[in-house]
């Protein structure tokens, strides 16, 4: 009988990002279903530690994405198009492609978020 779901844990092949776009520290990331989901949306699980960022950085022409990011715990601040943004947990944040952003911990426990990419339909 074929596979009818697939199952993976957080704990399971968690990778650090150094320096991400620039930023500071490490970003650890998880990558879900990575050799399995058809959808063309890659999710993702991030945990960023105190002062730890992402730093800005534009999708646009062949790199062109759009991104989810659903903050789970914490608490920071993102820069879209020289705005700073803050963000907590249970908060969402749709980054259209071509939009300058990043973001940075500014809390004193981790930030952990849901990160959703892909390439838009338009």
Do not use: Q
């Not at 704990?11 to 930023?23: C, K, L, T």
């Not at 062949?62 to 789970?72: G, I, N, P, Q, V």
């Not at 198009?81 to 911990?105: I, Q, S, T, W, Y």
């Amino acid at each position: 009988m074929a596979r009818t779901y697939w199952k993976e844990t957080y704990a399971e092949g968690v990778y650090p990002y150094e320096a991400m776009h620039g930023g500071d520290g490490t970003v650890r990331i998880r990558r879900f279903f990575k050799d399995v989901s058809k959808v063309g949306v890659t999710f993702d699980v991030w945990e960023l530690d105190p002062g730890v960022s992402e730093g800005n950085h534009i999708h646009e022409g062949d790199r062109s994405l759009e991104e989810t990011y659903y903050f789970l715990e914490g608490e920071g601040v993102m820069w879209i198009e020289g705005e700073d943004v803050p963000v907590a947990a249970g908060d969402a944040v749709l980054v259209p492609p071509g939009v300058d952003h990043g973001f940075r911990n500014t809390g004193c426990g981790p930030l952990r978020l849901v990160l959703l990419f892909g390439r838009p339909t338009e």
